[in-house]
């Protein structure tokens, strides 16, 4: 990409984030994909993409596809289960099934526990769930890897594994956890270790590693192709990953959202907090910035009133005035 190119990309990511949500129609094009990608990338669950059968998507490909194996409702969470039931998109997705055209549907989330057990509970002709799981957020108290997986596999439902290597970063991991892997197996790589930690888990359908190069493909075939699970003493090690991961100083927020309600501006605190955790551990701005801009939800950290009000509800007793202000100074 040319520095001019570069710079009407960023402009026009300034752009997207501006609109706060967006929904794009999805023709598999090259013009939508692209705006997909965009608007995934800088608003998250906020961008929802669009498609159908229509007049315009050519027949002959219609008719080549025949059906899709496996239909997914992307992205749902609290922020958009409404549009979910208002445009009537679970009936939708019956109605494509019982038509041929696609064969199984599911649904990717990102939310608590408690709000995919409600979905399941509420929907339970969900074929399957996919879910961010990986070693680093398993008992996270924002991401809720472990709740949510619990809760699929009580509910039956096979799971579908994203962000294994946490967006990259658990394959460059700080210099503490990378010396517990090179310890144990100096020839593993770390994205080994935390693909073959969710390859393990006795409930998951398959694994989006989310290869960019031949290398790391390489890399994953060569511990996929005859799969082992970890033994107890890897699982040992990936728990000393974990804890030198939790020795980092981070905001020592339970996400327990006493301090949310009442909030004037209505600041999603935690969601804020957890993206700052994962700069103080992983260190890597740019990914920190886009997670900032679409994984907590809500405004930004500099709307913050400081009327004091979540200080109080805050049984940690953290400075959250003082905290979001580093956020913002960090961040915007
Ligand atoms: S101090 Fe800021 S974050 Fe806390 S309740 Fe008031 S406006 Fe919300
Ligand atoms: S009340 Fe305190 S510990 Fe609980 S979510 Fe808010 S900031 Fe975090």
Not at 256 to 285: Q, S, W
Request: net charge negative; proline share 6%; aromatic share 10%.
């Amino acid at each position: 990409m040319t520095s001019e190119t570069r710079e009407k990309y960023e402009h026009f990511k300034d752009y997207i984030k501006g609109l706060g949500s967006l929904g794009v129609a999805f023709s598999a094009g090259v013009d939508s994909t692209f705006l997909l990608k965009v608007g995934h990338d800088v608003l998250g669950p906020k961008c929802v993409a669009f498609s159908g059968i229509s007049p315009s998507f050519p027949k002959k490909e219609q008719e080549e596809a025949g059906y899709f194996d496996f239909y997914l409702l992307h992205a749902l969470g609290e922020d958009n289960l409404a549009n979910y039931e208002k445009y009537g998109l679970w009936d939708y997705v019956k109605e494509l099934k019982s038509e041929g055209k696609i064969k199984h549907y599911g649904i990717s989330f990102h939310d608590t526990a408690a709000l995919l057990d409600e979905i399941l509970t509420d929907h339970p002709d969900i074929e399957f769930v996919q879910l961010q799981i990986n070693y680093a957020d398993w008992e996270d108290k924002s991401i809720q890897s472990k709740k949510c997986y619990d809760v699929a596999t009580k509910h039956g439902k096979p799971v579908i594994v994203m962000e294994p290597v946490k967006g990259g970063t658990l394959a460059n991991p700080p210099e503490p956890v990378l010396k517990v892997l090179r310890d144990a197996d100096p020839a593993a790589s770390p994205a080994s270790w935390a693909i073959r930690f969710v390859a393990s888990l006795p409930n998951v359908m398959m694994v989006l590693s989310g290869m960019s190069n031949v290398e790391q493909m390489d890399d994953n075939l060569s511990f996929m192709k005859d799969f082992e699970p970890l033994t107890a003493d890897e699982e040992k090690v990936i728990d000393d990953a974990r804890t030198a991961l939790n020795s980092f100083d981070t905001i020592k927020c339970t996400a327990c959202h006493y301090c949310t309600p009442g909030c004037p501006v209505e600041m999603h605190i935690p969601e804020i907090f957890a993206v700052m955790n994962d700069y103080k551990i992983y260190g890597d701005l740019a990914s920190a910035k886009d997670q900032y801009g679409w994984r907590p939800g809500g405004p930004k950290a500099s709307a913050c009133i400081e009327c004091g009000q979540c200080e109080n509800a805050c049984p940690q007793k953290l400075p959250i005035i003082n905290l979001l202000k580093e956020v913002a100074a960090t961040f915007e």
